[in-house]
């Protein structure tokens, strides 16, 4: 299965609007989105997503062209699941050295 490093970070935590607050005002952070839960920030070709819940620490993402593939065999390697909403929704897992990422399926990003 092939994996490929996203442009997207989440910091996952309680406190969304404060620390959206701080990238904002303190950071200079520009935003680009923003919904209750959710919260979209531009940091350069990147982009921070701040969502409100349990603190998981920065969350990477991971694009795979088949997410339940994808799973399937992470978790065959030692990983587990730690939220899974499926395709489109949050779908975190924790590797054996705790490290949490996102998988989102994009099979156009494999295409090529």
């Keep these: 299965m092939p994996f490929k490093f ?5 910091l996952q935590t ?3 609007e404060s620390a ?3 990238y ?3 950071l200079g952070v520009e935003s680009a ?3 209750e839960c959710n919260i979209e920030l531009i940091v350069g070709a990147n982009r921070l997503f701040i969502d409100k819940g ?3 620490g920065p969350i990477l993402e991971f694009l795979v062209p088949d997410l339940e593939s994808a799973k399937k065999e992470l978790v065959a390697k030692g990983c587990e699941v730690v939220v899974w909403e499926g395709r489109g929704g949050r779908c975190y897992m924790r590797d054996p050295f705790g ?3 996102n998988l989102y399926e994009d099979k156009e990003s494999f295409s090529d």
Excluded: G, H, N
């Design 20 to 22: 959206a607050r701080f």
């Design 99 to 101: 490290l949490v990422f």
């Design 14 to 16: 309680p406190q969304s």
């Design 54 to 56: 349990e603190q998981l």
């Design 6 to 10: 996203s442009r997207c970070i989440c």
């Design 33 to 35: 989105d923003e919904k």
């Design 24 to 26: 904002k005002e303190i």
